[in-house]
């Protein structure tokens, strides 16, 4: 968590000529978010897809999973509004919407060359998989 922002920016750089797309959780992308300055500094044409389930996502699966639904602190109840964030900045923000067809609006995405936000909003019930159960080997994931 919190990697990928760093690691998409590394990435433009080792490679400016290139597409770079992240695919983050709302969770991760707040663990760094500040690295939007970066971004917008170096001018970097990076299309961050911000899914939003309003939840520590892979957490609240352990804890439905592995520990009854005891949910500790992996919901968020607050969010921070990722338009005006993005905004703040000066990164264009985009977010998907369910009723406009999606290659369109993709196509629109990726023919902007300025870095964009798109939040993509993800039900909290959504699974992730695999995953590895506790005391369990990486060799050992369920979800397959």
Do not use: C
């Amino acid at each position: 968590m919190g990697y990928g922002l760093p690691a998409a920016i590394g990435a433009k750089f080792g490679n400016p000529n290139r597409d770079v797309v992240l695919f983050v959780g709302d969770g991760g992308f707040q663990m760094t978010s500040e690295e939007l300055e970066v971004i917008a500094a170096e001018n970097l044409n990076v299309k961050i897809f911000l899914m939003n389930n309003h939840a520590l996502g892979m957490i609240r699966q352990w804890q439905d999973a592995f520990y009854q639904s005891h949910h500790s602190k992996s919901l968020f109840d607050r969010q921070p509004d990722f338009q005006k964030l993005a905004s703040a900045y000066g990164i264009d923000y985009h977010q998907l919407d369910a009723n406009h067809p999606i290659a369109t609006e993709i196509n629109s995405i990726f023919a902007n060359p300025n870095a964009q936000l798109i939040e993509v909003q993800v039900a909290v019930t959504e699974q992730v998989y695999p995953m590895v159960a506790p005391g369990h080997d990486n060799n050992d994931m369920l979800g397959f």
